[in-house]
């Protein structure tokens, strides 16, 4: 194998190693048998919300005023606050 081939497999082990680990340990929520990790439940939460958000912003002046490009930028981060502002709330183990 070449040696830059090697090295990255050796660095994506290392790091995957411990990501593997921490799945493992994942807190899980019971909904009729099936376990479903609560990572999802904030993710579908924020999505909840971010929907209705983004075309509140979409139909405002200072939306249109930011662009396609800032729009999505500004979404996909409220996403991601509202999911991990829930998963502080709701899950806090």
Do not use: Y
Not at 22 to 33: N, R, W
Not at 48 to 72: F, I
């Amino acid at each position: 194998m070449r040696k830059e081939l090697r090295a990255g497999l050796m660095c994506l082990a290392f790091v995957a190693q411990p990501l593997r680990a921490l799945a493992d340990t994942a807190p899980s929520i019971s909904v009729l048998g099936a376990f479903f990790p609560d990572w999802m439940f904030c993710g579908l939460g924020s999505l909840l919300v971010t929907v209705p958000l983004a075309q509140v912003l979409a139909g405002s002046a200072w939306g249109q005023a930011l662009g396609a490009r800032w729009r999505l930028a500004l979404n996909i981060a409220a996403f991601a606050l509202l999911a991990m502002v829930g998963w502080l709330l709701w899950f806090k183990n």
